[in-house]
């Protein structure tokens, strides 16, 4: 095959890792759109939908009128009904934005045990999930950091899940030290972070108020696994860094377990309060729990959210 003018033909090694590539993603791409699925449809049957009121076409329902309403909705043919005044409330048809990330760093790649998945493998999991319910609902959504523009319709999650495992750790989706990037959204958008978010927190704190400053709104959705809760170790342990911590040895690790929780909850109620001061809102989900609650509980904290409803 020639090549464009001005550009080098790939070499037969390229073009083998290219193919190396592809089938990887291939590979790994059912199984993740399967768990999605399965975790969708259930959240889909919890919420029972989500009208919102708006300025549509489709009538919705009546609500009693109260000073300050705007009296060129109201109703009289249902008011003459009653001794109260109501307006019509029409559904909202105009999509939003809500841009996705999930934490690609070493650290996700973490289980403690084989009988449980990676922070990485459930964090796409759930964003591939949460990505279905949202174009479901009539929602744009988007890998943030990627450049591309949110999209609707059908086959959202598998284009989604195809970027996500092409972009890898390569692209500009991944900061070096497992933050979100900086990347300059629409005002009045969406965020959903999902990570460990085992990061000094004065870092996350710079993203957020960037965000938070265009009047983005936002959820963080903490990944962990069981052991980094509980730190169920005894005796004599080596812990490995997976990133540049290296690594840390302790000769009774169980004596470290109290001090651990504290730093641990003192961690997260540090990041509770950050995210309040900006008007967004967190949870955490833990590997060896469903994550169908978790992804509930999300999603009706979106469903809720006054900016979504604007």
């Known amino acids: ?21 592809a089938a990887d993603i291939a590979g790994r791409l059912p199984p993740l759109l399967v768990a999605a699925e399965r975790i969708a449809v259930t959240v889909e049957q919890g919420v029972h939908g989500r009208r919102r009121v708006g300025r549509g076409e489709s009538f919705w329902q009546f ?33 939003q934005s809500v841009y996705l990330w999930c934490d690609d760093s070493p650290s996700m790649s973490y289980a403690s045990n084989r009988n449980l998945p990676e922070k990485l493998e459930r964090a796409r999991i759930m964003l591939l ?21 949110p999209i609707a319709g059908r086959n959202v999650a598998e284009r989604l899940g195809e970027r996500l495992l092409l972009t890898g750790r390569s692209e ?4 070096p030290d497992g933050l979100p990037p900086q990347i300059l959204l629409p ?11 085992l990061v000094p927190l004065e870092k996350l704190e710079k993203i957020i108020d960037r965000f938070a400053d265009r009047d983005i709104h936002g959820h963080l959705l903490q990944v962990l696994d069981p052991a980094e809760v509980d730190l ?3 005796g004599r342990v080596r812990f490995q860094g997976l990133e540049t911590e290296g690594d840390y040895l302790v000769s009774k690790a169980d004596l470290l377990r109290d001090s651990y929780r ?18 967004w809102s967190c949870s955490r989900h833990v590997t060896g729990d469903s994550p169908t609650r978790s992804l509930l509980e999300l999603y009706q904290w979106l469903a809720a959210d006054y900016r979504l409803r604007r």
Do not use: C
Not at 1 to 20: D, I, N, Y
Not at 172 to 175: E, F, K, P, V
Not at 187 to 197: M, T
């Open 1 to 21: 095959m020639a090549s464009l003018p001005g550009t080098a033909a790939p070499s037969a090694q390229q073009a083998e890792r290219v193919k190396a590539q």
């Open 63 to 95: 609500r009693q009128y109260y000073p300050g309403d705007d009296l060129r909705r109201l109703d009289w043919r249902q008011s003459a009904k009653s001794d109260r005044l109501y307006l019509r409330q029409m559904e909202w048809s105009a999509a």
């Open 129 to 149: 999930a949460l990505a279905t319910v949202l174009s479901q609902a009539g929602e744009r959504v988007a890998l943030l950091g990627t450049g591309e523009p």
């Open 172 to 175: 500009q989706n991944i900061t």
């Open 187 to 197: 005002a009045h958008a969406h965020v959903v972070l999902i990570s460990d978010f």
């Open 232 to 234: 169920p170790f005894s």
């Open 262 to 279: 504290d730093r641990l909850a003192a961690h997260w109620q540090g990041l509770r309060d950050l995210v309040a001061s900006a008007g």
